[in-house]
């Protein structure tokens, strides 16, 4: 089923956890709905505007699956408002500064690790942006971009 012409409910649902652990990861009707609407408003927009494919490492995530990923208890990945992706031949520095100076209307956009780049959409969309890092002890540490 596509969400829109680039982007399908498959790659915004699967999971290698979840296919490991057995565990259904199929999104209800209002996180199918939250997933277009991202899709739509976010990744569509960025596909065109970078002109290539965008590999999402993580779209929806049920509570399940989000815990055992270590997701936040309140992760908008459970909502199917959040992606975490990264784009060939673009850095996650360069990729995240070229969403947080575009006009998408983004709620987060997060730099995490300098791995990828997590990006929600939802009712509030703030445009915060934040950038995550370790510290010494492994600790996640979030600072404002």
Not at 51 to 63: A, L, T, Y
Not at 113 to 132: E, K, M, T, Y
Request: charged letters at 20%; glycine letters at 6%.
């Amino acid at each position: 089923m596509n969400l829109t012409p680039h982007f399908t409910l498959k790659e915004m649902t699967v999971s290698q956890t979840a296919i490991r652990m057995g565990i259904d990861n199929t999104p209800n009707t209002r996180q199918i709905t939250n997933l277009t609407r991202l899709c739509e408003n976010i990744l569509e927009p960025l596909r065109i505007m970078v002109g290539k494919p965008i590999n999402v490492s993580s779209g929806f995530r049920n509570p399940t699956v989000n815990s055992l990923v270590g997701g936040s208890s309140s992760s908008q990945h459970m909502k199917g408002e959040a992606a975490d992706f990264t784009i060939e031949g673009l850095t996650v520095q360069e990729l995240f500064d070229l969403i947080r100076t575009s006009t998408l209307p983004y709620d987060q956009l997060i730099q995490e690790f300098d791995s990828w780049v997590h990006v929600s959409f939802g009712p509030r969309n703030r445009r915060q942006a934040l950038i995550f890092t370790k510290d010494a002890k492994n600790k996640t540490v979030s600072r404002v971009a």
